[in-house]
């Protein structure tokens, strides 16, 4: 099955993998409606796909993302207040689809991850930041609120850190951003980070990460009651399901299960 294309962002695939790249970099790959769009698009596509393991989202140009599109939020002077409403709704849509993508995420932050672009950030599995990327949550300092991302700072850096970052603009290096809880690991050399994440998760079921992502967004607000009883159901799905059947036998019989590399 093709992947959707878009002027937006170009797609590469190799070995079971996604790479995502935003391709403004002259402007530094803003979050504009256009890649707002392929974004949700291009996640739909992706929904169910077990031949892609992983996506890596990346910016050409070693920027990552600026965040929203300033010029056109400047256009939106005479808009209506509903007008508004959609717009930061399209936004939403497409944070909402990468942090509920089936594949596990690595977001591989080089240069700046201004305000929607640190919220994307926290949207992924896996942060890589590149030793001298810069991040800031930067939209109290134009009179803005950072809206439909805080839910997903929050949930990555606890509500202390996202106060302090929201409230203040302040923009923290990589090291900061690891400190913060944002960022995973700060690497010299993005390829070779990169490539460890994706050698770990090629190891894995692909229909194991897709559930046990799915089993992490669904916690937070159960009892402990519906936990245990939903964490039994997903465990007796996998396990009973052919991808769990294959792996156990694999690991009895000291082979290698059909999803891993030799």
């Known amino acids: 099955m093709k992947l ?12 079971g993998w996604l790479t995502v790249w935003f391709n403004q970099p002259e402007a530094r790959n803003p979050l504009t409606a256009a890649r707002i769009e392929a974004l949700v698009a291009l996640c739909a596509a992706l929904k169910g796909r077990r031949d892609i393991r992983g996506v890596t989202f990346r910016g050409r140009g070693a920027v990552f993302c600026a965040g929203g599109d300033l010029k056109a939020f400047a256009a939106t002077e ?3 207040r509903e007008e508004v409403i959609q717009l930061s709704l399209a936004g939403a849509a497409a944070f909402d689809a ?4 089936d594949q596990a995420t690595v977001m591989a932050v080089e240069g700046f991850a201004m305000a929607g672009g640190f919220g994307l950030a926290c949207c992924g599995d896996v942060v890589i930041a590149e030793a001298g990327a810069r991040f800031a949550l930067s939209e109290a300092r134009i009179g ?3 809206a439909q991302i805080a839910p997903f700072v929050v949930r990555r850096l606890g509500a202390r850190e996202a106060r302090r970052l929201m409230l203040t603009g302040t923009m923290i290096d990589a090291w900061g951003a690891e400190r913060a809880g944002l960022a995973d690991e700060v690497t010299a050399d993005m390829d ?34 519906a936990e245990r009883r939903h964490a039994a159901e997903v465990f007796a799905d996998a396990l009973l399901g052919d991808e769990g059947r294959e792996g156990v036998a694999a690991f009895v019989g000291k082979h290698r299960p059909s999803w891993a590399p030799e």
């Open 4 to 15: 959707p294309k878009s002027a937006a962002l170009d797609l590469e695939v190799a070995e």
């Open 78 to 80: 005479n808009a209506t």
């Open 98 to 101: 990468v942090e509920t993508l």
């Open 144 to 146: 803005l609120v950072p």
């Open 192 to 225: 070779a980070a990169v490539a460890g994440v994706r050698d770990a998760v090629l190891k894995c079921g692909p229909a194991a990460v897709a559930a046990t992502k799915a089993l992490i967004r669904s916690l937070p607000g159960e009892s402990r009651a």
